[in-house]
C-alpha cells in the first residue's frame, strides 16, 4: 500500500467534504430562494460578490431551491469526508470518492471542494498500485523531503483564508488569482511529495 499517497487521498477527500458542506450551510441560510441562474452565489445578502474576496463562495446546481440544494450539500460532503476519512484505502474507493465530488459540484457544493475531491479520488485509484523498482533521483529526494507540508496547507488555508479575509478583504481579492495558483501547485506539490515517500519507502522494504 502506498501509505502516504493514501493520506493525501484522505486528508484531501476530508478537505473537500468540509468545504462543500460549507456551501451547504451558506445555502440553507437562504431558506426557500430560489437562485436567479444555474450559476449563484451560495451566501446570500449582505454578502456582496462584487466586493467579497471570495465572491461569496460561488456555486451552481441543478436544483432551483436553496434549503433543498443545501440540504443535498451537506449529505454530499458529510459522506465525501467520512468515506475519505475511514474507508479510502479500500480498492477502487477512488471511483465514489469522485462520484460524490461530482455530484457535490452539481448540487451546490462549489467549484473548489469538487476539483479536490476529484483529485483525491484520481490519487486514490492508484494506492494499492504496485511501484516500479526505479532508484531515487535528486527530485524525488527533494520532494521526499518537504513531505508532508504541501498537504499541511490545506487545512490550514481553508481555516485561514476566513480570518485573512475578514481583516484585509481587499488584500486577498486583489491577490486572489496569485492564491488560487499557489493553491493549485500545492495541490500538485502534495501529491508529488506524497509519491517521492512512497518510492522511498518502496526501496527502504527491498
Known amino acids: 500500500m502506498r501509505r502516504a499517497t493514501k493520506t493525501f487521498a484522505s486528508v484531501t477527500g476530508i478537505v473537500a467534504g468540509l468545504a462543500g458542506m460549507e456551501h451547504g450551510i451558506f445555502e440553507i441560510l437562504q431558506r426557500n430562494g430560489k437562485p436567479s441562474s444555474f450559476m449563484f452565489a451560495s451566501m446570500g445578502a449582505p454578502c456582496d460578490p462584487a466586493i467579497a474576496w471570495n465572491a461569496c ?109 475578514y481583516f484585509y478583504n481587499d488584500f486577498l481579492k486583489a491577490n486572489m488569482l496569485f492564491f488560487t495558483l499557489l493553491f493549485m501547485i500545492m495541490l500538485i506539490l502534495a501529491y508529488v511529495s506524497a509519491n517521492a515517500l512512497d518510492k522511498k519507502l518502496n526501496q527502504e522494504k527491498m
Open 57 to 165: 463562495e460561488p456555486a451552481m446546481s441543478i436544483i432551483s431551491n436553496f434549503i433543498v440544494m443545501g440540504i443535498i450539500t451537506m449529505v454530499l460532503g458529510m459522506l465525501l469526508s467520512i468515506w475519505s476519512g475511514f474507508f479510502i484505502s479500500r480498492k477502487n474507493s477512488g471511483w465514489l470518492t469522485m462520484l460524490l465530488s461530482i455530484l457535490l459540484l452539481l448540487f451546490g457544493g462549489g467549484f473548489f471542494p469538487p476539483v479536490i475531491g476529484i483529485i483525491s479520488g484520481v490519487a486514490a485509484l492508484s494506492i494499492h498500485k504496485l511501484i516500479a523498482k526505479r532508484k531515487m533521483n535528486g527530485f524525488n529526494r527533494f520532494m521526499e523531503l518537504i513531505w508532508p507540508w504541501p498537504l499541511v496547507y490545506f487545512p490550514v488555508w481553508g481555516l485561514g483564508q476566513f480570518l485573512i479575509g
